[in-house]
């Protein structure tokens, strides 16, 4: 089973910075695209980054391009999402997302969308004061 743990967030102030990290188990890497998700009280889940199966790629929404950044360490199967110059909307819980379909079946990621079989991990809270 695929299993998923996200750690890192915590409260900081605007302009600030924080890594968020994705522990992974129970797939191939070469197998699953992996994402980071966010949702705000009130507000409608927002994909904000993903890499692609194998790492050849990655993708960012457009509100935070630019400042995030996903990367990934095949050896730890630890992913990474570095977040610089934070702003209050940013706040949120973030939530990283195996997809394994889109990992198959396609070459690169997508933050827009997720197949039935996602799996999600349980969410890191990103506080940012101003």
């Known amino acids: 089973d695929v299993q998923l743990q996200a750690f890192g967030g915590g409260l900081v102030q605007v302009g600030g910075s924080l890594r968020l990290s994705c522990v992974a188990s129970?797939?191939?890497?070469?197998?699953?695209?992996i994402a980071w998700f966010r949702q705000a009280p009130g507000k409608e889940r927002e994909g904000v980054a993903c890499?692609?199966?194998?790492?050849?790629?990655?993708t960012y929404a457009d509100s935070v391009k630019g400042r995030f950044t996903m990367s990934s360490d095949n050896a730890k199967k630890t992913f990474y999402l570095q977040m610089n110059n934070l702003k209050p909307e940013d706040t949120a819980a973030y939530y990283c997302?195996?997809?394994?379909?889109?990992?198959?079946?396609?070459?690169?990621?997508?933050?827009?969308?997720?197949?039935?079989?996602?799996?999600w991990g349980q969410g890191t809270q990103v506080t940012v004061s101003s």
């Open positions: 890499i692609s199966s194998g790492g050849g790629s990655t």
């Open positions: 129970g797939f191939t890497f070469d197998d699953v695209s």
């Open positions: 997302v195996a997809d394994p379909y889109v990992g198959r079946y396609f070459t690169k990621c997508y933050v827009d969308r997720l197949s039935d079989s996602a799996s």
